[in-house]
């Protein structure tokens, strides 16, 4: 079955650093798009980042265009979120999702960036 499982997530400063990791299993994962969101509790879930199956395309959701970067790695079955000069607003519960309908989703992993 389709298993998205993130890690990489913690405690940061601001102006740190953080790599998150998606790993996935049970698909093949050069047949799909994958996205990065993030959600804050009593807030939508909100787009992050897409890269198409290729890794030839990204799309970046507003405030994190030039600090954030995805990648993927189609032959290690990972996916990555590069994640430069946090800031506090970046706070918030990070999830891997597969493009498709439907959507997959991994368990999440939390974000916290202090001031």
């Known amino acids: 079955q389709v298993r998205l499982v993130e890690s990489g997530g913690g405690l940061v400063q601001a102006g740190g650093s953080l790599r998150l990791t998606c790993t996935t299993s049970?698909?093949?994962?050069?047949?799909?798009?994958m996205s990065w969101y993030r959600q804050v509790p009593g807030q939508e879930r909100q787009l992050v980042a897409f890269?198409?199956?290729?890794?030839?395309?990204?799309n970046y959701g507003g405030g994190v265009k030039g600090r954030f970067t995805v990648s993927r790695n189609n032959y290690e079955n990972q996916v990555y979120l590069q994640m430069d000069r946090l800031k506090p607003e970046d706070t918030a519960t990070y999830y891997c999702?597969?493009?498709?309908?439907?959507?997959?989703w991994g368990q999440g992993t939390q974000v916290t960036v202090s001031s």
């Open positions: 049970g698909f093949k994962l050069s047949d799909w798009g």
């Open positions: 890269i198409a199956s290729t890794g030839l395309m990204t």
């Open positions: 999702s597969r493009s498709g309908n439907p959507r997959y």
